[in-house]
């Protein structure tokens, strides 16, 4: 899977500045990526810690349970990670990882930094995730998410994914979807 050039889309949302968004294809083991990964995950674990009644997150405890997500996956040739910046600086962040002999693209760590949510960021990586997937020859677009990461889940709807039982076990998931991409060798819309 060839690096992508960085592609700079102008952001359209109603009611906020424009903004021009700067997307490139990177792996899972850069500093900017891990970095990425750590807020993702503190964001991610402090919403489950609360939903459950659990003591607040701690660093070092974040640290620990990084350990189960090692990088070195979102690389070539079955996996990439993309990253979109805004002027510069790291704004959001989403891997595809094919799976199922590349029939299946899967969505990984999906996330948009606070300061930068409702600008058009995910719709970015949407959008360049699902066309590489078609390009790379995936049938079809996989996720898991849970059910109170609720801005994640609506994303989801809103890009025409559907629920679908669980297609692999992960203790932190309760909802898995699924996109076709390609119907009769063109791409679904």
């Known amino acids: 899977m060839p690096d992508a050039q960085p592609v700079t889309l102008p952001d359209s949302g109603a009611g906020r500045p424009h903004a021009t968004w700067d997307i490139s294809a990177e792996t899972d083991q850069t500093p900017v990526a891990e970095a ?13 810690h609360t939903l459950h ?4 997150i701690t660093p070092e405890e974040v640290d620990e349970d990084l350990v189960a997500y090692p990088t070195g996956q979102l690389v070539p040739p ?8 805004h002027e510069g600086e790291p704004a959001a962040c989403a891997g595809l990882l094919l ?15 606070a300061p930068w949510r409702g600008r058009g960021a995910a719709r970015v990586l949407m959008d360049v995730l699902e066309r590489r997937a ?3 020859g995936a049938e079809r677009m996989r996720l898991d998410t849970r059910q109170d990461l609720s801005e994640a889940v609506a ?3 809103a890009y025409g994914y559907e629920e679908i039982p669980a297609y692999k076990e992960d203790p932190y998931s309760n ?15």
């Open 134 to 136: 078609v390009e790379l």
């Open 99 to 113: 799976i199922d002999g590349g029939r299946t693209a899967e969505l990984k760590r999906v996330f948009v930094r």
């Open 53 to 56: 009644g659990f003591a607040p």
């Open 175 to 189: 909802l898995f979807f699924e996109k076709r991409l390609v119907e009769g060798g063109g791409q679904a819309g």
């Open 155 to 157: 994303l989801y709807r």
């Open 78 to 85: 079955a996996g990439v990670l993309f990253v979109v910046r």
């Open 36 to 48: 990425l990964f750590r807020e993702y995950y503190t964001e991610v674990a402090g919403r489950y």
